[in-house]
């Protein structure tokens, strides 16, 4: 139990473009969901907190037009990086809590490489 | 906010041997210290974790200690075998569904 799923694992695409990453609690359900980025060999680093029905709240240094994150469901944060470039090129991974006090459970991450 | 150190950032050990990882933090605030294993390109995996009213953990091969009061805790991984070869992170939290402070992780390498 407790499968954190983030689509999709990878993607390329051209500077200037707007991508989405989806995270999804797949057997239970998560009011917080947290987002972190991590660059090659180094480690993560939190950028926010998503919010189920609420704004997410940015770690400091986070641009919040620039990563926008929604959660509008219970299973379902979605992080979208906005007129993305090379240098937003990470690894981005989620993860959540299947209950209070319960250890986080981490998605598979996505691989984001923008030309 | 929090700051979390971790030492050292690479370690390599023959196999059989003990491996030893220390993180120390800041908040004092913070009560629960996870230790996650990574692989190449994959997720951080949960592999042991301790909370403040606690002060040693383990689990088989593995345990934590935790220093409250000098705010550090270890990772002690005995009988290392090749497959223990990954990147090791501490991190802190004010509790296990907070947002969680990541050490700068540990590449271990164990030598067969």
């Known amino acids: 139990g407790a499968v954190v799923s983030q689509h999709p694992s990878w993607v390329i695409c051209k500077s200037g473009t707007s991508v989405k990453i989806e995270c999804r609690s797949l057997?239970?359900?998560?009011?917080?969901m947290f987002w972190y980025r991590q660059f090659p060999k180094q480690s993560l680093m939190l950028m926010a907190t998503?919010?189920?029905?609420?704004?997410?709240?940015?770690e400091q240094g986070v641009e919040k037009d620039k990563f926008l994150i929604n959660h509008a469901s219970l299973t379902l944060s979605t992080l979208t990086v906005t007129s993305a470039h090379p240098e937003d090129s990470s690894f981005y991974i989620c993860?959540?809590?299947?209950?209070?006090?319960?250890?986080?459970?981490f998605g598979d991450g996505t691989r984001l490489s923008i030309l | 906010g929090e700051n979390v150190e971790q030492h050292p950032s690479t370690l390599s050990v023959q196999e059989g041997d003990s491996a030893v990882i220390k993180c120390t933090y800041s908040?004092?605030?913070?009560?629960?210290f996870p230790w996650y294993k990574q692989e190449l390109g994959k997720r951080p995996q949960l592999i042991i974790d301790?909370?403040?009213?606690?002060g040693e953990k383990k689990d088989q091969r593995i345990a934590v200690t935790l220093n409250k009061t000098a705010k550090h805790f270890s990772l002690h991984i005995t009988e290392t075998q090749p497959e223990d070869s990954a990147v090791y992170f501490c991190?802190?939290?004010?509790?296990?569904?907070?947002?969680?402070?990541f050490g700068a992780g540990t590449t271990v390498t164990v030598r067969a």
């Open positions: 991190a802190a939290s004010r509790g296990e569904d907070y947002k969680l402070s």
């Open positions: 301790i909370r403040s009213n606690v």
């Open positions: 998503s919010n189920e029905g609420s704004k997410a709240t940015y």
């Open positions: 993860s959540a809590s299947p209950q209070t006090h319960q250890p986080q459970h």
């Open positions: 057997d239970f359900q998560a009011t917080t």
């Open positions: 908040d004092s605030a913070s009560n629960y």
